[in-house]
């Protein structure tokens, strides 16, 4: 069994930062994957990044991609987020599966942080 609890979010300005984290607990492996997903009302769970325990490898959607980055330190994941725009703004969840390969389908993630809110506003 797995444990994720997420800190951080809230409300930021347009052109601001802001940095979650989600530390993990219980059976885990450097077969592992960890995930951040975003989800507005209506819509799926749409990826934002993953990094892969197994060998490093980092992952992000195109919207994120120069403005986001996702770090690991032990068993704690981070998501540091900058120059926001209101397209961002959603809950945020991290994700954790086993395998080696950064899956962007939320299906393929098996437990999951609580989530945060992130407001972005204009």
């Known amino acids: 069994q797995v444990q994720l609890l997420e800190f951080g979010g809230g409300l930021v300005q347009a052109g601001g930062s802001l940095e979650l984290s989600c530390a993990v607990s219980g059976r885990t492996s450097s077969d592992n994957v960890m995930g951040w997903f975003r989800q507005v009302p209506g819509n799926e769970r749409d990826f934002v990044s993953g990094v892969s325990w197994y060998d490093g490898a980092i992952d992000y959607a195109d919207s994120v991609k120069g403005r986001f980055i996702t770090s690991r330190d032990k068993k704690t994941v981070y998501l540091q987020m900058t120059s926001l725009n209101a397209e961002d703004t959603g809950v945020y969840y991290c994700?954790?599966?086993?395998?080696?390969?950064?899956?962007?389908?939320?299906?393929?993630?098996?437990?999951w942080g609580q989530g945060t809110q992130v407001t972005v506003s204009s």
């Open positions: 994700a954790f599966r086993n395998g080696r390969a950064i899956e962007r389908a939320y299906s393929a993630y098996e437990y």
